[in-house]
């Protein structure tokens, strides 16, 4: 595969084993495994988080490497849905911006999120219409993803204690655009945008960081009720393909 001439070529450092960390953890935490998607491709030969024609810039190879990978989140997705009802999928990227914080992805602007973002733009769009929250505390109030992680330490955007980015920000590629709920659908999608201390420390933030995961999806979905969890042969394997459905990462070699 040639390499691309467009595009970000920066390397997302110990995220391959943060993801892996954090599916080891939330079986245990759940009693199943979730489903890990990995592309094995170097950026500079595709990046499957951005659509088709700037990801593969019309290289055959490429575009096959793209086409499968998504393929792969498609039919967890379809799975889901038809098995679960409901399901959500975090999105594992690394940065190095200066202010050093998680930044949670959306699919909402830096200027959506210093102004009053609507629900039916976000990526978890199903998750509003369903939760017993309201969405503006869903995404940055004291029981948002981003209040929990502040919680134990990881600074975060949107929280309470930052509702919007102060300059630089990632709100949410290709993965969570096409396969969050945004566009309708039942799976939710958040991306995770993690700095260089908190990848490196993988062995111990990773625990952490489930821990919150687990803690979110457990108040966000469980007690909640708002999956549909039948008591059945399948009843099991829903719990854990429910809420846990795909880590996202791409590793770099």
């Not at 990046?47 to 088709?52: G, K, P, Y």
């Not at 990632?170 to 201390?197: C, K, M, N, R």
Request: charged residues 20%; hydrophobic residues 35%; aromatic residues 8%.
């Amino acid at each position: 595969v040639s390499t691309q001439s467009t595009g970000s070529m920066v390397r997302d450092s110990f995220t391959l084993e943060m993801a892996v960390t954090l599916r080891a953890q939330l079986s245990l935490l759940l009693g199943e495994q979730p489903h890990l998607v990995i592309c094995n491709l170097n950026r500079r030969k595709v990046d499957v988080n951005r659509d088709l024609d700037n990801g593969a810039q019309h290289n055959p190879h490429a575009e096959r490497t793209w086409h499968d990978y998504h393929a792969f989140i498609r039919q967890a997705r379809l799975n889901v849905m038809r098995n679960c009802g409901r399901g959500i999928i975090f999105d594992v990227h690394g940065q190095s911006h200066p202010e050093k914080l998680v930044e949670l992805g959306y699919v909402l602007s830096s200027d959506d999120l210093h102004a009053v973002p609507l629900p039916e733009q976000s990526s978890i769009r199903c998750l509003s219409l369903c939760s017993r929250y309201n969405f503006q505390n869903i995404l940055r109030g004291p029981q948002s993803l981003g209040a929990r992680l502040s919680r134990e330490g990881f600074a975060a955007v949107p929280s309470p204690a930052m509702p919007a980015p102060p300059t630089n920000y990632y709100s949410g590629g290709y993965t969570v655009q096409e396969w969050g709920s945004a566009l309708g659908g039942s799976v939710d999608a958040i991306q995770l945008e993690l700095p260089f201390h908190i990848r490196e420390r993988y062995k111990t933030t990773g625990i952490v960081i489930s821990s919150v995961l687990a803690d979110f999806i457990t108040d966000m979905y469980i007690l909640n009720n708002s999956i549909n969890i039948r008591q059945s042969q399948v009843g099991s394997r829903c719990i854990s393909q429910l809420f846990w459905e795909f880590v996202e990462k791409i590793f770099y070699i």
